[in-house]
């Protein structure tokens, strides 16, 4: 029972690298989500996919491309990261529909020097 | 644009002494809002979703209630294992997506 699975749990950066965090379920779940969490703010909600072949950006997208693999896979990439990205990431997946709840990966610590 | 205001920000209780938390909402056509909870080093983990005014939902000692406004997850007689950071969250009518408040950490003393 794997549920959400996000790969690496932690990575550091220097500034400008680029590198890509990854993300798989095995719920058969039609919507994935990327959020990132930092003290203070809650989650923010940065690009989700309500169903494979859709992407749609979210609250704070800017600096990050998303790309829905297939169904299961849902990857995150920062092209050149800043110290700004410093964060705790997590992949979510849901059913899919109106009210649906939403189920969170252990989460992806990133670190940009 | 949706918004979730939680109080407080952290909560310190002794083992059986109860408390409420509060989450504040302002939401176009609200659709569920959902409390998670989520342990150090772990992510959200769902707990509760309530849809219209004067729903409750209860599980073991967490007790969650909805009025127009705002939400209250009430903690009846904690146990340390109840201690967490709970997060509240709400979905609009306008988008897909949920709009998380900055949660409460509550720590439970024995």
């Known amino acids: 029972n794997a549920g959400v699975t996000q790969t690496p749990k932690f990575q550091v950066l220097k500034t400008g690298q680029s590198m890509t965090l990854q993300c798989a379920q095995d719920m058969n779940h039609n919507s994935m989500y990327w959020y990132r969490q930092d003290p203070g703010m809650g989650l923010r909600l940065i690009y989700y996919s309500a169903s494979e072949g859709t992407t749609d950006k979210g609250e704070v997208p800017n600096g990050y491309n998303v790309s829905r693999l297939n169904k299961r896979e849902f990857s995150l990439r920062l092209e050149s990261a800043a110290p700004s990205q410093t964060s705790v990431y997590f992949c979510?997946?849901?059913?899919?529909?109106?009210?649906?709840?939403?189920?969170f990966g252990s989460g992806t610590q990133l670190s940009v020097l | 644009e949706d918004q979730v205001t939680q109080s407080p920000e952290a909560l310190r209780l002794q083992e059986g002494e109860s408390s409420s938390l509060n989450c504040s909402y302002t939401?176009?056509?609200?659709?569920?809002l959902f409390w998670y909870r989520q342990d150090p080093g772990k992510g959200p983990e769902f707990l509760f979703t309530l849809y219209s005014a004067g729903e409750e939902k209860e599980k073991e000692r967490l007790k969650a209630t909805l009025t127009k406004k705002e939400s209250f997850l009430h903690i009846t007689a904690p146990k340390p294992e109840d201690s967490a950071t709970y997060l509240c969250a709400v979905r609009g009518a306008a988008g897909n997506k949920l709009t998380f408040g900055g949660g409460t950490r509550v720590l439970v003393k024995p």
């Open positions: 939401v176009s056509g609200l659709r569920g």
């Open positions: 979510a997946s849901a059913e899919g529909g109106v009210n649906e709840k939403l189920f």
